[in-house]
C-alpha cells in the first residue's frame, strides 16, 4: 500500500519561510519523479514544482520560481520542499504525488500516488 504523507504545513507571515516534507512507503521512491501541486479555495489544483529520479533535474512553477526549492533524500524516501519570501498568494492545500513517468509531469492526471496534503497559510 503506497503511502505518502505530507508534514511541515502551518501559519507563516509574509516574507516567512516554510520547510514542507513528504514521507513515502510502499513504492520504489528512487523510481518515481516527485511533484508538488497546491489547491487554494476556489482554484484548480496547480502544478508547484517536481523532481527527477536522482534529483538531478528540477522543474518549477514561474509563480515559484526563486522563491522555492525542491529536493529529495531517496535514502530516507522523503522530498522536500523549502519555501522562502511567503506572499499571502501562496496560501494553498499543498500537496506530494508520486509519477513513474519523466514527461508531462506538469499535468496531476499523470501522478498515480498523491498524499493528502497540508495546510499552508500565510498572513500579510
Known amino acids: 500500500q503506497v503511502q505518502l504523507v505530507e508534514s511541515g504545513g502551518g501559519l507563516a507571515q509574509a516574507g516567512g519561510s516554510l520547510r514542507l516534507s513528504c514521507a513515502a512507503s510502499g513504492l520504489a521512491f528512487s523510481g518515481h519523479t516527485m511533484g508538488w501541486f497546491r489547491q487554494a479555495p476556489g482554484k484548480e489544483r496547480e502544478f508547484v514544482a517536481a523532481?527527477?529520479?536522482?534529483?538531478?533535474?528540477?522543474m518549477y512553477a514561474d509563480s515559484v520560481k526563486g522563491r522555492f526549492t525542491v529536493s529529495r533524500d531517496n535514502a530516507k524516501n522523503t522530498v522536500f520542499l523549502q519555501m522562502s519570501s511567503l506572499s499571502s498568494e501562496d496560501t494553498a492545500v499543498y500537496y506530494c504525488?508520486?509519477?513513474?513517468?519523466?514527461?508531462?509531469?506538469?499535468?496531476?492526471?499523470?501522478?498515480?500516488?498523491w498524499g493528502q496534503g497540508t495546510q499552508v497559510t500565510v498572513s500579510s
Open positions: 504525488a508520486a509519477s513513474t513517468t519523466v514527461a508531462a509531469i506538469l499535468n496531476p492526471m499523470n501522478y498515480a500516488y
Open positions: 523532481i527527477s529520479w536522482f534529483g538531478i533535474k528540477t
